[in-house]
């Protein structure tokens, strides 16, 4: 099942995480020690991208995988969000997500924490990244403010960042229906990027595993 929709592509704010996070000292703290792959999506505005780089940014040793940046290294031939032919643009998906398993595994297995920024619209996808990442455990957090949050956000990015999406209600209700009881579902609705990523840190470890 691929998610409905379209889309088009058209800073911070403060609120400091700890310089880096020990994991010696937080209770349930990812930790690269344990090989653990996180996994951050959510809708567009959720945040993703920017939280993903923070938490990265926090840890001692960890990568960020931007699936957007991965998919976009396809240049001949290349088939965008939601464009034609649907088959095509489903391939190039599937292997944008074997592509981010594969880093990810071999981060992890030199002992970075992997931490990756992409939408997931469906159980099968979900399924797929994980089931590559094994026996790596894998922490799944869904960033989810709420539809109202998402749009919201996209309006005070910078324009060169904008994006146009019109299939909010479908997607969530997809991403609930398929995989709602899967990992960490975050509201961070109320929360600066800086906390959010605070608590993925710090928190992820005991919420967000995906059990096999």
Not at 80 to 109: H, K, T
Not at 118 to 124: F, N, T
Not at 184 to 202: C, G, I, Y
Request: aromatic fraction near 8%; charge should be neutral; include cysteine.
């Amino acid at each position: 099942m691929r998610h409905a929709g379209r889309w088009s592509r058209s800073t911070r704010r403060e609120n400091r995480l700890p310089a880096k996070v020990s994991q010696d000292t937080i209770t349930g703290v990812i930790s690269a020690e344990k090989s653990e792959c996180l996994i951050l999506t959510g809708m567009p505005g959720a945040g993703k991208s920017t939280v993903s780089r923070l938490v990265a940014e926090s840890l001692p040793r960890a990568a960020c995988l931007d699936g957007d940046f991965i998919n976009r290294l396809v240049l001949g031939g290349r088939v965008g969000f939601g464009q034609e032919p649907v088959e095509e643009w489903n391939r190039q998906i599937d292997l944008m997500n074997r592509n981010m398993a594969m880093l990810s595994a071999n981060f992890a297995d030199a002992g970075f924490t992997p931490v990756i920024d992409s939408l997931l619209p469906d159980r099968r996808q979900v399924d797929d990244i994980v089931d590559r990442l094994a026996p790596r455990p894998v922490l799944l957090v869904v960033l989810s403010p709420g539809i109202d949050a998402c749009v919201y956000r996209n309006t005070i990015r910078h324009p060169d960042h904008q994006f146009f999406f019109d299939g909010y209600e479908g997607l969530e209700a997809a991403m609930r229906r398929e995989f709602g009881d899967v990992g960490w579902w975050f509201d961070t609705s109320a929360l600066t990027p800086e906390q959010t990523a605070a608590r993925v840190v710090a928190e992820a470890g005991r919420r967000a595993l995906v059990k096999r």
